[in-house]
C-alpha cells in the first residue's frame, strides 16, 4: 500500500490532451474569426509543441506500440482513407476552379451558337446583364451561366425593381421583366420575359453585337410605288422590322420622290414587292447607289412591273413573266417550296429546310463581265413556269413554258473603285409579310440577306435559331400494342413459370 501512495505521475501524458485542445482552439479561431491572425497561429504552434513533446516523452512504449502487427494494419488503412480523401478533396477543388462540361445531347441543347461563342470570348470591354426580375428563372439562369463561362468581360445581375428604384430610374424600365445591356455609358433593351417568353440567345447575342459595334446599319425600305409598309397588318412587315431592330440595322422608309438620292448613311436599300414602275429619276439613283459600296434587295411578284429592267440588265438578270407552279406546294401549286440552296455565305447554314413563296416568279440568269452570280433559291425538277391565259386561268405548254429546277432568288457582287456592289432579286415578296416571315427558315433567308447585303465583317448573327430536342417518342399500332401487353405480362411471366417447374421436377 506505502508503494502504490508513493508512485508520482507522470506530467507527460497530459500534453496530448492540452496539445489537441490547443490545435482546436486554434483551428476555431482561425475558421471563425477573422482570418488567420496571430492569435490562432500561436495557439496551433504551441499545441503542435505540446504533442510532439508528448510523443518524444511516450519512449519505449509507442515503439512497442508501433511494433504490433495490429497497429501497422489500422495504420496502413488510416493512411490509404486519408490519402482517398485527400484526393476527393483536390479533385473538387481542381474541378471548381478549372471547370469543363461536355454537352452529350444530341442536337447539343446545351451549347451556345458559334456565334455566340466567337462574339463573348471577343469581348474587349465589359458587358453587364441586368434583369429586372424579383424571381430568377432557372432557365434563363442556366443560359446566362453559359455566356458567364466564355468570357469574364460578361456578368448579369438580377434587380428587384421594387427594392432598387434608383437602377429603374436609371434604366427607363416600364414594367418588370424588362432585360438590358450595359457597356460604359451605352445602355439598350434586349426584350421582355414572362411565364410565356424566356431570355433569348438570338436576342442576347444580338444584343451584345449591337452595343459592341462602332457602325450604324441603316436599311431603307422604298415606298411610293404599293410596296408593302413596315406597319403591322396583312401584307405588312412589322416582324421583319422587329427582327433587324433586334440584329442592329434601323429600318426606316425611303421615298425617292421626296428625296432624290439616296442618304450616304444608308447600308441597304429594299424593295418589297412594288405595284407601280418606279420612275427615271428613281432609277438613276438606284444605279448611283449601286456603284459605291451597297447593297440592294429587290423583291418582285408574279404580274408587276417594277420598272428595273435597265438596271437589272446591267447585272445580267432578267424577271420572269411566268409564274411558278410547285407540285408540292399546296393547292394548286401556288406556293413554291424551296429546300435546295445554291452556295454561298446567305445560305450556306439552311442546309435542307424549308423556306416557302406564295405566289412566286422565276428568275433568268445570263453572264455578264465582271459581274459574280450565284442561284441562292432553286425550285425542284417537277416545278413549272406557267402563264396566265386570255380568261385568266394558268396554262402550260411544255414547248415554250420553263419547267424543271429553276431560279427564284440569285445573289450578285460587283467590284468597283468605292467598294463591292451587292444584289439581291428574288421573285417573291410575300415570304416576308406578317404571319409568314417567322414560320419555317423565311426569316433566316432574309436576314441573311440583309446582313450579307451590308457587307459588315462583325454581323455574326446569322441564323440563332432555337434549338430543339428530337423527338425519339415510339409510336406503335394497335396491334403491336397488344402484343406487347401479352408479351410483358403474359408471356414472359409464363416462360418463368414453366422454368420454375422444370427446375423443381429435376430436383425432385
Not at 424571381?135 to 438580377?158: G, V
Not at 421583366?177 to 417568353?197: A, S, T
Not at 412587315?237 to 440584329?247: F, M
Not at 418582285?300 to 411566268?322: H, I, K, S
Amino acid at each position: 500500500m506505502k508503494s502504490l501512495l508513493n508512485v508520482t505521475p507522470n506530467p507527460v501524458k497530459f500534453l496530448l490532451w492540452i496539445g489537441l485542445f490547443l490545435l482546436a482552439a486554434g483551428l476555431t479561431a482561425g475558421v471563425l474569426g477573422n482570418g488567420w491572425g496571430v492569435l490562432p497561429l500561436s495557439l496551433l504552434g504551441v499545441g503542435f509543441l505540446a504533442l510532439l513533446a508528448w510523443l518524444l516523452g511516450q519512449g519505449n512504449a509507442l515503439r512497442g506500440f508501433w511494433g504490433r502487427r495490429s497497429t501497422q494494419d489500422s495504420t496502413n488503412a488510416l493512411v490509404a482513407t486519408l490519402a482517398a480523401i485527400a484526393l476527393f478533396l483536390i479533385a473538387n477543388f481542381l474541378a471548381m476552379r478549372y471547370s469543363g462540361r461536355v454537352d452529350l445531347t444530341e442536337n447539343q441543347i446545351f451549347t451556345l451558337a458559334p456565334q455566340t461563342q466567337e462574339l463573348v470570348q471577343g469581348l474587349e470591354q465589359p458587358v453587364k446583364l441586368w434583369i429586372f426580375d424579383s424571381t430568377p428563372n432557372l432557365q434563363d439562369r442556366e443560359l446566362l451561366e453559359r455566356y458567364r463561362r466564355l468570357s469574364p468581360q460578361f456578368s448579369y445581375e438580377y434587380v428587384d425593381p421594387d427594392a432598387q428604384p434608383g437602377l429603374v430610374e436609371r434604366f427607363g424600365v416600364q414594367q418588370r421583366g424588362e432585360v438590358f445591356l450595359e457597356q460604359g455609358d451605352r445602355r439598350r433593351k434586349v426584350q421582355n420575359i414572362n411565364d410565356q417568353e424566356r431570355l433569348s440567345e438570338q436576342r442576347l447575342t444580338n444584343g451584345i453585337a449591337q452595343l459592341s459595334s462602332d457602325r450604324q446599319l441603316t436599311v431603307k425600305f422604298l415606298q411610293g410605288h404599293g410596296e408593302r409598309p413596315l406597319a403591322a397588318g396583312q401584307g405588312g412587315l412589322s416582324q421583319a422590322s422587329d427582327n433587324l431592330t433586334q440584329e442592329n440595322f434601323t429600318p426606316a422608309p425611303l421615298n425617292l420622290a421626296q428625296t432624290p438620292t439616296i442618304p450616304e448613311d444608308t447600308s441597304v436599300v429594299v424593295l418589297a414587292g412594288p405595284q407601280r414602275p418606279l420612275l427615271k429619276e428613281e432609277v438613276d439613283a438606284l444605279k448611283k447607289f449601286l456603284q459605291r459600296r451597297s447593297g440592294l434587295m429587290i423583291l418582285a411578284d408574279p404580274q408587276t412591273d417594277p420598272g428595273l429592267n435597265d438596271l437589272l440588265q446591267e447585272w445580267g438578270v432578267t424577271l420572269g413573266d411566268r409564274i411558278l407552279v410547285d407540285p408540292d406546294g399546296g393547292r394548286e401549286g401556288a406556293v413554291t417550296i424551296i429546300t435546295d440552296y445554291g452556295p454561298h455565305p446567305i445560305t450556306q447554314s439552311l442546309g435542307n429546310n424549308i423556306s416557302f413563296y406564295p405566289l412566286a416568279r422565276p428568275l433568268i440568269i445570263a453572264e455578264k463581265p465582271g459581274i459574280q452570280a450565284n442561284p441562292i433559291l432553286l425550285t425542284n425538277d417537277r416545278t413549272q413556269g406557267q402563264r396566265v391565259g386570255p380568261d385568266g386561268r394558268l396554262v402550260f405548254d411544255p414547248a415554250q413554258d420553263p419547267q424543271g429546277v429553276l431560279t427564284l432568288g440569285a445573289a450578285f457582287s460587283r467590284p468597283g473603285d468605292q467598294g463591292e456592289a451587292r444584289l439581291v432579286v428574288i421573285g417573291n415578296s410575300s415570304f416576308i409579310t406578317d404571319g409568314v416571315f417567322d414560320q419555317q427558315y423565311n426569316k433566316d433567308v432574309f436576314l441573311n440577306a440583309i446582313a450579307w447585303l451590308s457587307q459588315d465583317e462583325n454581323q455574326r448573327t446569322l441564323a440563332i435559331r432555337p434549338k430543339e430536342m428530337t423527338d425519339r417518342r415510339i409510336t406503335l399500332a394497335p396491334m403491336q400494342q397488344l402484343w406487347l401487353i401479352l408479351g410483358s405480362l403474359v408471356f414472359l411471366p409464363l416462360v418463368g413459370f414453366v422454368m420454375a417447374i422444370g427446375v423443381w421436377w429435376k430436383r425432385r
